[in-house]
């Protein structure tokens, strides 16, 4: 049977065709209208980082930027600036609070003198962890409430900061001969940073703080007699061999670290959701990568370091027990403070707990590496 189509039908199926071309062409202007509106809110932001522009760790930040910059699809981007373009290498939070810097790429051990907890959050204590485990207290043992708290509450700081980039233990540093026993740290004028600073002295040296690009030239001048930085590829190229050829590696002074992007939180929370959010998971990214790369280029830099002369030494037992015995002094005295003991408390939880299950459930490497790689 055919069925008759009236004249109503034609009609309607007209009008719904009509208001569809009409919704389609405002469906397109609505498009289009958000992508005006978004390059008139373009946020350029200058962001420093704390490293000199040939060290690996402005390379790190370079790789949060370009992350920012991609996602961020024009409406926001971070102007990269090395180490003393704005802010000295430990001026850069009181830059980015004061607002002269809109963001900057760090370690909290820089700026410890506010409250020596901040350091707990870029060079605790070793409490067996490993830096990616740190990194998961920050992420899910409660590590960034607590510094969120330190830093917004108690110390009113108009900050917004992101843990991020698991930094594997870090050499003892570079000497003028190799160290076999701790004695020999006594009145030795020696770089660190952070609680590490206290460790040290703790064991009797003569600590000086100072940004990386200032190390070889102070211990050129004979400023320093020895130093620490944080690993092979930034060694190299801050170019410690030299002035040193004995480099001590295996170390409890900072055997995990993490670094500290941060923004001007008032600059922060005017951003819409979303480009917070992508910051965010930028940071997120940025941990993950980092730890890659940094497996490769150490490695490589390592060795290139031993082609080129420099003798590598491990740091005997006797000298890792001493810095132990050396944590828990600065553990008791620095833990007078309740926010300072409160911190220790959430990191040791973590630690007993999830390096404890790593033990339980991870067959040794070593036994397996000297199986296929004999010595």
Same mark, same amino acid.
């Given at each position: 049977?055919?069925?008759?189509?009236?004249?109503?039908?034609?009609?309607?199926?007209?009008?719904?065709?009509?208001?569809?071309?009409?919704?389609?062409?405002?469906?397109?202007?609505?498009?289009?209208?958000?992508?005006?509106?978004?390059?008139?809110?373009?946020?350029?932001?200058?962001?420093?980082?704390?490293?000199?522009?040939?060290?690996?760790?402005?390379?790190?930040?370079?790789?949060?930027? $370009?992350? &920012?910059?991609? =996602? *961020? %699809? /024009?409406? !926001?981007?971070?102007?990269?600036?090395?180490?003393?373009?704005? @802010?000295?290498?430990?001026?850069?939070?009181?830059?980015?609070?004061?607002?002269?810097?809109?963001?900057?790429?760090?370690?909290?051990?820089?700026?410890?003198?506010?409250?020596?907890?901040?350091?707990?959050?870029?060079?605790?204590?070793?409490?067996?962890?490993?830096?990616?485990?740190?990194?998961?207290?920050?992420?899910?043992?409660?590590?960034?409430?607590?510094?969120?708290?330190?830093?917004?509450?108690?110390?009113?700081?108009?900050?917004?900061?992101?843990?991020?980039?698991?930094?594997?233990?870090?050499?003892?540093?570079?000497?003028?001969?190799?160290?076999?026993?701790?004695?020999?740290?006594?009145?030795?004028?020696?770089?660190?940073?952070?609680?590490?600073?206290?460790?040290?002295?703790?064991?009797? $040296?003569? &600590?000086?703080? =100072? *940004? %990386? /690009?200032? !190390?070889?030239?102070?211990?050129?001048?004979?400023?320093?007699? @020895?130093?620490?930085?944080?690993?092979?590829?930034?060694?190299?190229?801050?170019?410690?061999?030299?002035?040193?050829?004995?480099?001590?590696?295996?170390?409890?002074?900072?055997?995990?670290?993490?670094?500290?992007?941060?923004?001007?939180?008032?600059?922060?929370?005017?951003?819409?959701?979303?480009?917070?959010?992508?910051?965010?998971?930028?940071?997120?990214?940025?941990?993950?990568?980092?730890?890659?790369?940094?497996?490769?280029?150490?490695?490589?830099?390592?060795?290139?370091?031993?082609?080129?002369?420099?003798?590598?030494?491990?740091?005997?037992?006797?000298?890792?027990?001493?810095?132990?015995?050396?944590?828990?002094?600065?553990?008791?005295?620095?833990?007078?403070?309740?926010?300072?003991?409160?911190?220790?408390?959430?990191?040791?939880?973590?630690?007993?707990?999830?390096?404890?299950?790593?033990?339980?459930?991870?067959?040794?490497?070593?036994?397996?590496?000297?199986?296929?790689?004999?010595?």
């Amino acid at each position: 049977m055919t069925k008759i189509r009236k004249d109503s039908d034609v009609n309607s199926r007209r009008d719904f065709l009509k208001g569809g071309a009409v919704a389609a062409a405002a469906g397109a202007a609505t498009l289009a209208m958000p992508n005006v509106a978004r390059a008139q809110e373009a946020v350029v932001w200058k962001f420093q980082s704390t490293w000199p522009a040939k060290d690996i760790f402005h390379e790190f930040a370079a790789d949060f930027v $370009a992350r &920012v910059n991609e =996602m *961020g %699809g /024009g409406r !926001i981007k971070l102007d990269l600036l090395a180490a003393g373009a704005v @802010a000295k290498a430990l001026e850069v939070q009181d830059a980015v609070i004061a607002g002269t810097l809109d963001g900057g790429h760090g370690v909290t051990a820089y700026w410890y003198g506010k409250h020596k907890a901040a350091s707990l959050f870029g060079t605790p204590p070793s409490w067996g962890w490993r830096a990616n485990q740190m990194v998961g207290w920050v992420k899910y043992g409660g590590g960034q409430a607590l510094y969120d708290e330190l830093v917004q509450q108690m110390l009113g700081l108009d900050l917004v900061g992101f843990l991020t980039g698991p930094m594997p233990t870090q050499p003892l540093g570079w000497f003028k001969q190799p160290i076999t026993d701790a004695a020999q740290l006594t009145g030795l004028k020696y770089r660190t940073v952070g609680l590490s600073a206290d460790v040290f002295k703790q064991m009797g $040296a003569a &600590v000086t703080i =100072m *940004g %990386g /690009g200032e !190390i070889v030239p102070a211990m050129d001048r004979g400023l320093l007699d @020895a130093a620490e930085f944080n690993n092979p590829s930034s060694d190299k190229l801050l170019g410690f061999a030299d002035v040193s050829k004995d480099y001590m590696l295996q170390s409890y002074h900072q055997s995990a670290e993490c670094f500290e992007i941060i923004f001007n939180k008032t600059k922060f929370d005017a951003l819409p959701p979303e480009l917070q959010a992508m910051i965010k998971y930028a940071a997120e990214s940025a941990n993950a990568d980092m730890s890659w790369k940094a497996m490769d280029r150490y490695a490589s830099d390592l060795a290139a370091l031993k082609e080129a002369g420099v003798k590598v030494h491990k740091t005997p037992d006797s000298v890792l027990q001493a810095q132990l015995a050396a944590w828990d002094a600065v553990i008791a005295a620095q833990s007078a403070d309740p926010f300072f003991a409160k911190v220790v408390e959430s990191q040791k939880a973590w630690a007993k707990r999830v390096v404890g299950t790593q033990f339980e459930m991870e067959v040794d490497q070593k036994m397996a590496y000297d199986h296929f790689f004999p010595a």
